[in-house]
C-alpha cells in the first residue's frame, strides 16, 4: 500500500507559478513511477506529467511541455510539480499517482492516488 498526499495548490494569477508537492509513504517509493494528473469541473482526468522509478525517464502532457517541471526526492519520498506560466486553463484539482516501475499516461495504469490539491489560475 502506498498513500499519497498533494499539498502546495491554491489561487494564483495567470503568468504566475506554483509548486505541487506530493508525499509518500508505505512501500518503497524508489521503485515507484510518479504522475501528475488533473481534473477540471465536468471534465475527465488528463495527463499532465510522469517520472519513471529511476528519474530517467520524464513525459509531459502537450499542454505543459516547456511550462511545467516534474522532479522527484527519492531520499524525501516526495515527487513536485513546478508549474510555471500559468494559465486559467490550467485551473483544476491536481492529483498524484503512483505504479510500479514504469511511467504511464492514462489514470487506469495507476495504482494509487493522492486526494488533490485545487489550482485556479485567475485571468
Known amino acids: 500500500q502506498v498513500q499519497l498526499v498533494e499539498s502546495g495548490g491554491g489561487l494564483v494569477q495567470a503568468g504566475g507559478s506554483l509548486r505541487l508537492s506530493c508525499a509518500a509513504s508505505?512501500?518503497?517509493?524508489?521503485?515507484?513511477?510518479l504522475a501528475w494528473f488533473r481534473q477540471a469541473p465536468g471534465k475527465e482526468r488528463e495527463f499532465v506529467a510522469a517520472v519513471s522509478y529511476t528519474g530517467a525517464t520524464i513525459r509531459y502532457a502537450d499542454s505543459v511541455k516547456g511550462r511545467f517541471t516534474i522532479s522527484r526526492d527519492n531520499a524525501k519520498s516526495r515527487v513536485y510539480l513546478q508549474m510555471n506560466s500559468l494559465r486559467p486553463e490550467d485551473t483544476a484539482v491536481y492529483y498524484c499517482?503512483?505504479?510500479?516501475?514504469?511511467?504511464?499516461?492514462?489514470?487506469?495504469?495507476?495504482?494509487?492516488w493522492g486526494q488533490g490539491t485545487q489550482v485556479t489560475v485567475s485571468s
Open positions: 508505505g512501500r518503497t517509493f524508489s521503485s515507484y513511477a
Open positions: 499517482a503512483s505504479r510500479l516501475l514504469s511511467v504511464a499516461t492514462y489514470p487506469n495504469d495507476y495504482t494509487y
